[in-house]
């Protein structure tokens, strides 16, 4: 079967560094993003990995590795403003896009 | 602007009476997909489009029906809404077929602002 699995909650400080981890088994890969959610939005694209390795864009980062099904995403420098639920979703191509439950963020001052 | 445009935004109905939600695209995106989000349940896919008059079930298609009659467009229906259609529901697209275009994967799917759906 499909599934995706994150940690539910996280909490981290302003200027932290924090890792969210998405492990999946799934019947095909050929992609993984990672999105953010604000409370009541849409989800908004943060990376695409399709190889293993990093990926660094600004303060995220994500990292891939596909011999363990194993994905994470790093927030560096955390800000308020990075407080939201964070998706981890594999992609299968032609037909899905499978989502992860989502992991909430919490940052405190 | 590019966008993905869901209406309405908000919408509560009673059991039975038939709705729809449209979504438009302006981005010539061939792959459309509607989603339902639920607490604790996470985005799961009720259906999806790759291109006009291509749709596939998603995860939960059962009491839903889709059209793609335009590449911009693709509204969802609910014939006999109940209850347990009471949920936030987003719509999105992308160009599909994979690979990088623009510096951008084809694949990245661009999510409607969401309708937000009460069933009585």
């Known amino acids: 079967g499909q599934n995706i699995d994150q940690p539910t909650e996280m909490t981290a400080t302003e200027g932290a560094i924090v890792q969210i981890n998405c492990t999946y088994q799934?019947?095909?890969?050929?992609?993984l993003f990672w999105y953010q959610q604000h409370a009541g939005e849409a989800p908004t694209f943060l990376s695409y990995n399709v190889l293993d390795g990093l990926e660094e864009k600004g303060r995220f980062s994500s990292f891939l590795s596909r011999s363990k099904g194993y994905s994470y995403l790093l927030l560096k420098e955390l800000q308020m403003k990075d407080s939201a639920s964070y998706l981890c979703a594999v992609y299968q191509a032609g037909t899905a896009l499978i989502f992860g439950k989502g992991t909430t963020l919490s940052v405190s001052s | 602007e590019a966008q993905v445009t869901q209406n309405p935004r908000y919408l509560i109905t009673v059991t039975g009476k038939k709705l729809t939600v449209t979504c438009s695209q302006n981005m010539n995106h061939e792959y459309m997909s509607w989603y339902r989000q639920d607490p604790g349940l996470g985005l799961r896919q009720i259906y999806y489009?790759?291109?006009?008059?291509?749709?596939d079930k998603g995860d939960v298609p059962e009491g839903y029906k889709v059209s793609r009659k335009e590449k911009r467009n693709f509204p969802l229906i609910l014939e006999s809404p109940s209850p347990n259609q009471t949920s936030l529901y987003f719509c999105?697209?992308?160009?599909?077929?994979?690979?990088?275009?623009?510096?951008?994967?084809?694949?990245?799917?661009?999510f409607g602002p969401g309708t937000r759906l009460t069933v009585l």
């Open positions: 799934t019947s095909g890969f050929n992609g």
């Open positions: 999105a697209s992308s160009l599909e077929g994979g690979g990088l275009a623009g510096g951008v994967p084809g694949n990245e799917q661009f």
């Open positions: 489009s790759m291109n006009v008059e291509v749709t």
